[in-house]
């Protein structure tokens, strides 16, 4: 009896952790759509409320606004699991692995953009994920010896291989 009741209270803690973490990741999608609503409806409002001669925002700043808003909503995520209570030592750990790995990503995106900037570049996003590196260049039309250029820092200053950089012109 006493190893039933053991697998019992294993199973329970076990299944509020999944609700906890299913939970968090549902509410960091609400996050991000709603973030993306009210920035799409905030940039209409304020474009129709702004004179004719005043600045838009642009896909790199709307970007690197909805970026860093859904990181900041990762990092208390993260830290509402480092902190928990109930939390096990392992679900701790995994959480303190994914923000060290994000902060990472988010320092080498920085160093990217800036490099890539100083390249002769107006502006540009890069987004790290495990498998590729996005690279998203204010030029409406790339050459071939442009595009070496950004793919020369990225795999220099990067472990990613050519074949998974995606380099994407916009205008």
């Given at each position: ?102 902060v990472g990503m988010m320092e080498t995106e920085l160093s ?24 998203v260049v204010k030029d409406a039309e ?30």
């Amino acid at each position: 009896m006493k190893g039933t009741n053991t697998k019992t209270k294993t199973g329970k803690v076990n299944k509020k952790k999944i609700i906890v973490l299913v939970s968090l990741v549902a509410l960091l999608v609400a996050t991000g759509c709603l973030n993306y609503f009210l920035t799409t409806r905030n940039a209409k409002t304020t474009v129709a409320s702004q004179s004719n001669d005043a600045v838009t925002p642009t896909f790199f700043a709307t970007y690197r606004t909805d970026r860093e808003a859904t990181r900041a909503q990762e990092m208390l995520y993260l830290e509402d699991i480092i902190s928990s209570t109930e939390a096990d030592e392992k679900t701790v750990a995994d959480a303190q692995t994914k923000k060290l790995s994000l902060v990472g990503m988010m320092e080498t995106e920085l160093s990217l953009e800036g490099l890539i900037k100083s390249k002769g570049f107006d502006d540009c996003v890069v987004t790290i994920s495990t498998d590729n590196v996005n690279v998203v260049v204010k030029d409406a039309e790339l050459s071939l010896d442009e595009a070496s250029q950004i793919l020369n820092i990225i795999t220099s200053e990067t472990d990613y291989k050519a074949s998974n950089v995606i380099i994407i012109p916009y205008v």
